[in-house]
């Protein structure tokens, strides 16, 4: 690993910071370097807020501020060109005087997408682009879908018995049968707490009438999605209890409420298309979707998905739903106690 690929690996691990704080804005990081010494570092914190080029220069110390002009900038994703809800940073680059600057990959937004590097360029600045290009794409692998493909970054996750089911066939009570450990239960909300947006089907949504919150983690909880084809789910469900945005996707539109908004679907055409087309009509760009086996199924069948995080738990149901049938790459085994977690990439090769 060379020197530019050891500043801008500090990068991504800086940017990583701002996973699920960002939205719709990706993660970046930046560092200021001179003559082997950092003397500025920072990421992107929130939406709004200074991007990650403004918060490392900002963070140079008042006798360091002289050596900015001899210095070199790195950041993990293009500094962008355009003014948005704060200034471009190719242009504080160039006003401070910068003159060496070193990029992980290409801005896929079109507002950006090569015009940061032109405008540095124009100006004088030695620009290098592309350094571990693949790492710094990964890292906003939500981001780059989205702007790419049209559509979010799709994540599925389901909890199987060690006999493959994901739920007896009778239940006694509207809750959820507890197939993982309390550990494993925190970590899916630490996942709720880095996405976009969650999604379930009707069924999941009756028999088990989840809140999709953040209980058991700190963060912005995501944006609700329910299936409901025919209104089935009655206004006493927790996911219509207003407390966080949702969206209800049915047949037949009704007028939205604060936080509870209506979007019309097609049940007889390809639903998983339709949907991605919401998402991307409201600018989410990642979604987990937590169940059924039906609605996972769906989108498993139709190819529409990126990521699948599988827990099996050590527990036998014996009768009841089998759980989605999947084939993908696996990236990534562990334990978490008695509990085993598998995540799947999907191998048609057009994800990021």
């Not at 996405?195 to 999941?204: H, K």
């Not at 700190?218 to 084809?229: M, S």
């Not at 527990?315 to 739903?321: A, H, L, S």
């Amino acid at each position: 690993m060379n020197i530019h690929e050891i500043y801008i690996k500090r990068c991504i691990e800086l940017a990583g910071n701002g996973l699920g704080r960002t939205y719709p804005n990706p993660m970046v990081g930046s560092l200021i370097v001179h003559n082997d010494r950092i003397i500025g570092e920072g990421w992107h914190r929130k939406a709004g807020e200074p991007h990650a080029e403004v918060n490392a220069i900002n963070s140079v110390a008042a006798e360091d501020e002289k050596l900015l002009s001899s210095s070199t900038i790195y950041v993990s994703l293009e500094p962008c060109s355009h003014y948005g809800k704060t200034p471009p940073c190719s242009d504080l680059i160039i006003d401070k005087g910068i003159k060496k600057v070193v990029i992980g990959t290409i801005d896929p937004f079109a507002k950006v997408a090569g015009r940061g590097i032109k405008k540095l360029m124009d100006a004088g600045c030695e620009v290098n682009v592309g350094v571990l290009d693949k790492e710094c794409q990964n890292l906003n692998k939500r981001f780059f879908c989205f702007h790419k493909n049209k559509r979010p970054y799709i994540i599925l996750k389901w909890a199987q018995s060690n006999d493959r089911f994901i739920a007896p066939v009778h239940k006694t009570k509207n809750r959820p049968v507890w197939i993982t450990n309390k550990y494993a239960g925190q970590l899916v909300h630490k996942w709720r707490s880095e996405e976009a947006s969650i999604l379930v089907g009707t069924t999941t949504a009756l028999v088990d009438d989840p809140k999709l919150n953040l209980r058991k983690w700190h963060g912005e909880a995501p944006t609700r999605l329910v299936i409901d084809k025919n209104h089935k789910i009655p206004n006493e469900n927790a996911l219509k209890d207003r407390s966080q945005k949702t969206i209800v996707l049915c047949e037949i539109e009704k007028e939205d409420k604060e936080n509870l908004i209506y979007e019309e679907i097609d049940f007889s055409k390809e639903i998983c298309i339709q949907i991605c087309g919401i998402l991307y009509k409201h600018e989410i760009q990642s979604v987990i979707i937590e169940g059924g086996r039906k609605t996972l199924q769906q989108f498993i069948d139709s190819g529409l998905w990126d990521e699948a995080r599988v827990f099996t738990g050590n527990i036998q149901i014996r009768d009841g739903v089998k759980a989605p049938e999947l084939k993908g790459i696996l990236i990534k085994e562990e334990n978490i106690q008695d509990n085993n977690l598998k995540i799947y990439k999907n191998d048609r090769g057009d994800n990021i």
